[in-house]
């Protein structure tokens, strides 16, 4: 009996370390943990990090090199970074961007940042990507931006005289294949947190809100008033949006379908995933059309300018007059308050520049 | 190799039967609570938001597009006065049919039992921003410190037709009674327990439906007025008495029990 418990001890011994080898995919790199900032480990649950894309130095700088390298495009002009700006914590500030051929496209870039506390991973306005690795398939192969193929995005990069062997670092081999490289851009993304705005400091106690900011939190804590928190968090919630998805009262007739295009669900047209409140001095135009070119046309449209459809979000309140009708002192206090969550050190920080 | 694997089935089958021959008491188990729900009678499923097709007791036509509450304290007390209690919670979510299956984390011995949860937290567990996981879940099932903070105990939203026959929004936001126009803010716990009654734990597994009814929310005792009461009732102390009222008067029923010894 002893004899057999210890030969089955080391038979699971064994396929524990054959299991090992396996769930490492390969990988070679140095293994890296994200940072994850006081403010959202005290608040909120940890990042999502994909088993089979665990984060390592040489695929984040594999990653970063991608992500600012024309080569993904068609005809090697056009980055990720030209319509997700790092100045403008990676949107575009472009009302929409423009492809390789000068393609207009019909929704306004989305802002990057904190993308592994996106838990139900869906990713886009429209929520189609059911990953961040899946999400950056797309521009490489629309047809309105990088307009390439992967299989000649492959070539390229195989071609290249650098790029085999980051891959060899990365993912332990020099073939490479479209996986890889979506691996790679994912795992950049995921280290672009921002955690350091003035509203944050407030919350960890080392800096003060001016009464006018104060106010305008109040503002968006209270349900008779801009009922903000509903969809956009809250100070226990600092990422400050739901990422989920909602008809906001913006037209009376759809004709961007939003998560129901991709859905097929006529209860899901119009609904468009809610943006995150941080980094908005940086991240104008602003809703998924970029249709409000300042924050004071945002609250308006709060505050006068909603319009029933058939999906509108229950949550808007006061349809039929338009909204909340805030003051001119509340929608200037709530606008101090939304400007306290943008985070200088986001945009300037040097690891996220070419 | 071939041999390796039958020295350990074989261990295997020794130790399993050693397990079996022994005269202990049954394992103390888990039991799985099904949360469903229905409208007067008709069930309500993801097909089901949306669709203003619900008249309630005032007579207004409705449509529910959010559900989602959360439960806590499942506590099971035998005949002795023993209670058993995990002292978790679970957040339903019913259009992604999120949680509607929950196991609290406790084993208890097979047996007879009389069953309740509490709807909501209790004052007890309702301290704001503890709950990381309630933080992160639909941009934060916090209730504002303005009113009390804590977390809110359901998100009832959806479409009504008024009495101007227009269509229009209610959201019907179940948190602790809170005044906040006196100094301090009065607080009162609307949290409440449903008892679902005596229910045996069997030896190898048990499982309970616990039906809410979500017609009853606007019924009794309070005949509920949605062109009166549909919005910004989070910081209405009366809005919240009448849904504590009709909350705990027949929302909630057991359901099936499906017991296998």
Request: glycine share 8%; hydrophobic share 35%.
């Amino acid at each position: 009996m002893r004899f057999g418990l210890l030969i089955g001890v080391l038979f699971f011994t064994m396929v524990s370390c054959f299991n090992d080898t396996d769930d490492n995919g390969g990988y070679t790199g140095t293994p890296v943990t994200l940072e994850v900032p006081q403010i959202f480990e005290q608040n909120i649950l940890p990042p999502v990090i994909p088993e089979d894309n665990p984060l390592t130095e040489e695929g984040i700088a594999l990653g970063k090199k991608l992500f600012f390298d024309p080569i993904l495009s068609a005809d090697n002009t056009q980055a990720c970074a030209d319509c997700h700006r790092p100045e403008n914590a990676f949107t575009d500030p472009r009302r929409f961007s423009f492809g390789i051929d000068g393609s207009i496209g019909t929704r306004n870039s989305m802002p990057l940042f904190n993308l592994a506390w996106n838990y139900n991973e869906r990713f886009f306005w429209d929520g189609r990507a059911l990953s961040l690795e899946e999400q950056i398939f797309d521009p490489v192969r629309n047809p309105i931006e990088m307009a390439n193929t992967w299989p000649n995005a492959e070539s390229s990069l195989q071609a290249n005289n650098e790029y085999p062997q980051l891959f060899e670092e990365a993912f332990g081999t020099s073939t490479i294949d479209s996986t890889m490289v979506t691996k790679a851009i994912a795992q950049f993304l995921r280290t672009l947190v921002s955690a350091n705005s003035k509203f944050d400091r407030y919350l960890l106690g080392q800096e003060e809100l001016t009464p006018s900011e104060l106010n305008g939190l109040d503002v968006f804590m209270d349900e008779a008033r801009g009922d903000c928190f509903h969809c956009h968090g809250n100070p226990n919630n600092p990422l400050w949006t739901d990422n989920i998805f909602h008809n906001n009262g913006m037209d009376e007739t759809i004709t961007d379908l939003g998560l129901g295009g991709f859905s097929g669900d006529p209860r899901e047209f119009g609904l468009f995933k809610s943006g995150s409140l941080r980094n908005l001095a940086y991240t104008a135009p602003y809703m998924h059309d970029g249709r409000f070119a300042t924050l004071d046309e945002v609250i308006d449209h709060y505050s006068e300018g909603l319009v029933f459809s058939e999906t509108i979000d229950p949550l808007m309140k006061n349809v039929a007059e338009g909204g909340a009708h805030l003051t001119e002192e509340d929608k200037a206090d709530l606008k101090a308050f939304l400007l306290s969550l943008s985070d200088p050190s986001f945009i300037n920080n040097p690891d996220f520049q070419e | 190799m071939k041999k390796i694997a039958l020295l350990l089935c074989l261990s295997i089958a020794f130790m399993s039967c050693e397990s079996d021959d022994d005269n202990n008491p049954p394992d103390n188990v888990s039991v799985e609570f099904t949360f469903t729900h229905n409208w007067d009678g008709d069930n309500i499923t993801n097909a089901d938001f949306d669709q203003i097709q619900y008249t309630n007791e005032n007579g207004e036509q409705q449509s529910i597009s959010k559900l989602v509450y959360l439960i806590s304290d499942i506590t099971f007390t035998d005949s002795d006065g023993n209670s058993f209690d995990a002292g978790d919670y679970n957040l339903v979510d019913v259009r992604s049919n999120s949680n509607l299956d929950f196991t609290p984390d406790i084993q208890i011995p097979p047996g007879d039992y009389t069953v309740s949860f509490t709807f909501g937290f209790d004052d007890e567990d309702n301290e704001s921003g503890i709950y990381l996981d309630l933080n992160s879940a639909d941009g934060g099932w916090n209730v504002p410190e303005g009113l009390g903070g804590g977390y809110h105990y359901m998100r009832l939203e959806g479409m009504f037709i008024d009495n101007t026959s227009a269509e229009v929004g209610y959201q019907y936001h179940v948190i602790r009674a809170n005044d906040n126009s006196t100094n301090p803010i009065t607080l009162q716990d609307t949290s409440f327990e449903v008892n679902l009654g005596t229910i045996s734990v069997g030896t190898t597994s048990t499982n309970v439906e616990v039906q809410m009814n979500v017609a009853e929310w606007f019924k009794n005792p309070n005949t509920w007025d949605l062109n009166v009461l549909n919005s910004v009732l989070m910081p209405n102390f009366a809005a919240q008495i009448l849904m504590f009222e009709n909350g705990s008067n027949g929302v909630f029923d057991l359901g099936v029990v499906t017991t296998v010894d």
